[in-house]
């Protein structure tokens, strides 16, 4: 991909976090008013969002739609500075908006019920058991985004991919740490419902869990590390 700040990139950043805070966050807000919306519904909300948006403007700007992905392009020096952080703030910037968009649109009672969708710790998780499940969740969504959507090697089908991650990270440990895993379908929410109890946990643990996975994949799995290997053979 290109590395300048083209503003069509931005742009492809920012809507990708306004889908999923929209439909993410604002499942969970229609959850808190009919008992037949539960984890599955939720999650694929999520997983759709992000498999949807990437599928429509991967091609654009890569469809890292979260700062731990484009974390791990950075450390990886697959994307320059200013343009990892010109993605940052059009995710954020996107999640904001898709969080008034529900607080315009949205019943204020389904709302207020919801904290707009915040997440939550659920009982028995400290800040420190919440980190560590932010983590291995964002280790297995930025490892599967290099292995289908930055690898070459690999079938087109990184859109499918990466949203099942991000499926499966919720139905497996969602109601342990408020049903996200990515910082800025957070910051949304939380700016627009004053909730920030534990907010660091959705900081911390992706942008570990992310790094990490594209290090281990740029260094062991790419298609450099494995030419690296067949030259020292």
């Known amino acids: 991909m290109g590395d300048s700040l083209d503003p069509r990139k931005l742009v492809a950043e920012a809507i990708g976090p306004f889908a999923l805070v929209f439909a993410g966050a604002g499942s969970l807000v229609l959850a808190a008013g ?4 539960g984890l599955l519904e939720v999650a694929l909300a999520h997983g759709l969002a992000i498999a949807i948006m990437f599928s429509a403007l991967g091609h654009i700007s890569g469809g890292h739609f979260n700062p731990a992905v484009t974390a791990g392009m950075w450390v990886t020096r697959r994307i320059s500075t200013p343009l990892a952080i010109g993605y940052v703030l059009a995710q954020l910037v996107g999640g904001i908006l898709g969080a008034i968009a529900l607080v315009v649109l949205f019943p204020e009672g389904l709302r207020e019920a919801s904290s707009l969708g915040t997440p939550v710790l659920g009982p028995g998780v400290d800040f420190g058991k919440a980190v560590g499940i932010q983590g291995v969740l964002s280790f297995f969504l930025v490892m599967v985004f290099f292995g289908t959507a930055v690898d070459r090697r690999n079938p087109n089908v990184a859109g499918l991919a990466i949203g099942l991650t991000v499926t499966m990270g919720i139905l497996a440990t969602g109601p342990l740490t408020g049903l996200a895993m990515n910082p800025v379908r957070v910051l949304g929410p939380a700016l627009m419902s004053g909730t920030w109890d534990d907010h660091l946990v959705w900081w911390i643990g992706p942008i ?6 594209a290090m281990v994949y740029h260094y062991l799995f790419s298609e450099e590390a494995e030419q690296g290997a067949a030259r020292a053979a």
């Not at 009919?34 to 919306?37: E, L």
């Open 34 to 37: 009919n008992a037949n919306i």
């Open 208 to 213: 570990i869990g992310g790094v990490m996975a």
